[in-house]
């Protein structure tokens, strides 16, 4: 028997969390499941927002309803489960966001300090970032969450790092690490120094820090090679191509050929002429994007590298002797600007 059309829940509608939008993005995943039109258009940005500032990362929400097509007081208590809990601040902050209400003064006052604090990027940091299209904020986190992320994901893993066996485990995902939810994640995503340099970029302090993956990128050996991703974007190539930034942050020493963070340095100045220059047809994610001039970006443990994202951006293969090990961050809007169609 066919189930039940599940009608689109409205913004308002709410469950135990108290939460505006959330019933809706759940009812909009379990239309889709059943294969029913449910495009979020320009509410996907609000709706990836709401699970950022919940704790929990997109990827693995969606893979949740989809695959368990829970009822929606049971998607608020995975939530709960999944994070930890809840809190007042938290659901009052995202339905300020929602409503387009005054935020709450808790975190206007963090706001404020994070205004008033000293620059993280100084004006050659600045314009670095104009030219090139990236930056480095060295110790961007403490120390002590650093080591503990360094830890979490080494156990996550099952990794240690003196026994070189144990970083070769079969998975699913590659470099990436399907792990979003750690004590030392949410303290590096709360750092302020984090969050003052995407402010100075976003020439705001009104930022939503991603939950987002960690990386293990280990050393190349006979069976066990480099799976990507290789340079990409993450972003349509419609244009323009609006503002936005990525970040990663190393939390471990990585040299340039420890399967380092690689990048086209300054592509966001002249990816219009290439487009324009592509023969009639061509797919611009199928070329040799490294031909464009990649570059690894070695770091130390602590730097966070920030990027715009309409730079080629990915891994490399792993050719030294220890893992490359890191935690993705980004802060952004909850509303900017996206193109809808996907080039």
Same mark, same amino acid.
Do not use: C
């Given at each position: 028997m066919k189930p039940?059309? !599940?009608?689109?829940?409205?913004p308002a509608e709410t469950g135990a969390l108290g939460v505006l939008q959330l019933k809706r993005l759940w009812s909009r995943a379990l239309r889709q499941r059943q294969g029913q039109p449910a495009n979020a258009g320009a509410e996907a940005q609000v709706e990836h927002a709401v699970l950022d500032a919940l704790g929990v990362g997109l990827e693995q929400t969606m893979q949740h309803l989809f695959q368990a097509g829970p009822s929606f007081a049971e998607f608020e208590q995975w939530i709960i489960e999944t994070t930890g809990g809840v809190s007042g601040i938290q659901v009052a902050r995202i339905n300020a966001m929602v409503a387009g209400a005054e935020c709450p003064a808790e975190i206007a006052r963090w706001r404020a300090e994070v205004e008033a604090a000293e620059p993280v990027l100084s004006a050659s940091d600045l314009a670095f970032w104009d030219e090139h299209g990236y930056v480095v904020v060295p110790d961007a986190v403490p120390e002590s969450s650093r080591a503990a992320a360094t830890q979490a994901i080494l156990d996550h893993v099952g990794a240690? @790092?003196?026994?070189?066996?144990?970083?070769?485990?079969?998975?699913? /995902?590659? !470099?990436?690490v399907q792990f979003f939810q750690h004590a030392a994640f949410? *303290?590096? #995503?709360?750092? #302020?120094?984090? /969050?003052k340099a995407f402010a100075q970029l976003w020439k705001t302090t009104d930022l939503w820090v991603s939950t987002d993956r @960690?990386? +293990?990128?280990?050393?190349? #050996?006979?069976?066990?090679r480099f799976r990507g991703p290789d340079l990409h974007w993450d972003v349509s190539l419609a244009r323009p191509i609006p503002f936005g930034t990525q970040g990663i942050l190393y939390l471990t020493d990585t040299g340039p050929e420890q399967g380092a963070f690689t990048l086209v340095p300054? +592509?966001?100045?002249? !990816?219009?002429?290439?487009?324009?220059?592509?023969? *009639?047809? @061509?797919?611009?994610r199928q070329q040799n994007l490294h031909a464009l001039g990649s570059k690894p970006i070695a770091g130390r443990a602590g730097d966070l590298i920030i990027w715009h994202h309409a730079l080629p951006h990915g891994s490399r293969p792993n050719r030294a002797t220890q893992p490359r090990i890191v935690q993705y961050i980004n802060l952004r809007p909850a509303r900017m600007e996206v193109r809808e169609t996907w080039i």
């Open positions: 039940a059309t !599940i009608p689109l829940a409205g240690t @790092a003196e026994d070189q066996e144990s970083w070769y485990k079969p998975n699913d /995902h590659g !470099i990436m949410t *303290a590096n #995503r709360q750092s #302020r120094r984090v /969050h @960690a990386g +293990f990128n280990v050393p190349e #050996r006979p069976g066990w300054g +592509f966001h100045r002249r !990816i219009d002429s290439w487009l324009d220059g592509l023969p *009639a047809g @061509a797919d611009p």
